[in-house]
């Protein structure tokens, strides 16, 4: 019989925190459990109970927390990436939630009988439900005033009829009045630095931190940026309905295209959702290849007086806007041409150029309009470089026109000189591993690599590589607890094939942001100093650790492969007009005017922290039973 693959097996940690830990790798959906706590075989998060160990946080702000004991619904957090892991891909698993109490399982027909209301029942999860289905509204009633699908707030006899807070309205600590600043910051954007990287808000975090540097996707589709006339969401997964809730009302009948690479019956709720609105249309990206999907998070916006471009790291559903660690670059508002040549306004990154290649490669009629609109628009202001990635495989000059061939021609015509960076090593910041190889060498620290430590000239040898990636106790810890790890996609299968990984891997800190506990859902790469104290570039993308991301090299180098659609912005001090970027603290400006330098929001601490001896990476398909998150719950997947 084969002997079962644990975690401290892969990862040498020890100790009552991995008593409960084993996996068989055969049978990923039927993990061992302790005897001293009976399982609910239908849950992923399971309340704890008083014979567990309580969790303690004496530092933490218990404001947007989960009330201890409870378990939130994961309909919230549906559908995220499992793109990025090639074992994730084939086993796309549906995410429910659901009470224990005392260790045994609390049926939902004896909750929902007890709490009988006309022909209605009433919703186990009340307030916290996220329910969008029609379906589920005629069934049940949430006597504390939750949300229809349509936004209009459920009604019952012992509620009065008081709109649940969005995201963005509770994302300030202690402050739900200060909408001037806080709900709608779109005039930061407009006055944001040249840089125009934000983080978003996160619900339960201070004031400070949602403040200045961050934004919400009410503030990005806001009515004080512009009228309006239409607009193309690019995503992996889309929840219509509330989408089309986060723009302005007067703008939610605008023409609507809907880029997506949904299939099978997701593709089918997708439609239904769409066949609502008469002004939503859809537009399926070609994925002709295995396991590709389409990962790409971007915004086209139209107004009446130009176009902007919004290239971010969210999902489209309300989870990924809430308690999430997401980035956001905004573009500058790009104006109409005077002129009737659409090879003119184009910026000194060739942003025109290569939007209109990537648009182009989806070969989609319906995309022929928003290509005319861009090519009519100057968009000389533009300061970054687009890195995309586009299914395919690709030979000759077009196979560095995509992936991290894209990234490491970019970086040897405008990238940091050898002798200034030599020694900085290569920080890889991501929310999702793929199967890269049974050795480092394989594609991890040889071709990838290599394009990231490029440099001006030349390729400048391979760097020292960091990365960054929640460890177990970064997600038990987070504002979400466990249930963050069900975006964090990094399966026990793919883990046993590659065990060097682990040595690479650094603490998600982000104590200069105030984003320690929000869990990371961005992906950031960048070359710092030792001390991490300058970058000499910065890349902000949808693209996760994964070949299937980033392209891999086939025919002894001379095709790269690309499975999945990608797509992320490089910032390079040269583009503007400095010699490096500093990251942003307390001694920031007096040290960019030293280095001829711009202070840059950096989305977390540098340098990073590297794994304790007893830290592992979270993997999101074992059970953590013996330790309660920061939410009283501990984590059962079934």
Known sequence: MKRSVSVEDLFGTSGSDDADLREDTQNPQSPPLSTTKKRCSTLDVVATNSRLEKPSFPDRDTTGFVQKGSTEPLERIRGHELSDSDDSVQSRKSVKSKKCQDSRELPLEHISSEHSHGKRRVCQYGKQCYRKNPDHFKEFIHPDGSLHFDGTVASSSSSSSKKQPDSEETSCTGVKSKMADCHDNARSIEESDSFSFFLTKVQGISYTYNHKGAIGIKDILSQNLGNLQKSAQFNYKIDVPWLISRYPEEFRNRPLLIVHGA????????????????????????????????HTKMMLLLYNNGLRVVIHTANLVDGDWRQKTQGVWVSPLFPKLLTKESAAGDSSTHFKRDLVEYLTAYRQKSLDEWISTIQQSDVSSAKVVLIGSIPGRYVGD????????????????????????SDWPIIGQFS??????????????????????????SLLGKAKLQLVYPSKENVRHSLEGYPAGAALPYSIRTAARQPYFTSYLHQWKSDCRGRTRASPH?????????????????????????????????????????????????????HFGVKSFTVCGPTTDKQAVKLDSLPFPFPFDLPPVPYGKDDRPWIWDVPYLDKPDSNGNVWSPS
Not at 269 to 294: F, K, M, W
Not at 432 to 457: C, I, N, Q, Y
């Open 263 to 294: 299939k099978g019956e997701e593709k089918v709720e997708l439609q239904e959702e769409a066949s609502r609105y008469d002004n939503v249309r859809l537009c399926q990206a070609p994925l002709d290849i295995a396991y590709g999907t389409h």
């Open 398 to 421: 077009k196979k560095n026109h995509f992936g991290h061939l894209k990234l490491r021609k970019v970086l040897q015509e405008s990238g940091p000189e050898a002798a200034s960076v």
């Open 432 to 457: 999702s591993v793929g199967s890269l190889g049974a050795s480092s060498d394989v594609w991890l620290t040889s071709e990838w690599l290599t394009s990231l430590s490029a440099g001006k000239g």
């Open 522 to 574: 961005i992906k950031t790469y960048t070359r710092a100093s030792n001390d991490g104290t300058q970058i000499a570039w910065f890349l902000v993308t949808s693209a996760n650790m994964s070949k299937a991301a980033w392209g891999s090299l086939e025919k002894n180098g001379a095709q790269l492969f690309v499975r999945s659609y990608e797509l992320g912005v490089l910032f390079l001090p040269e």
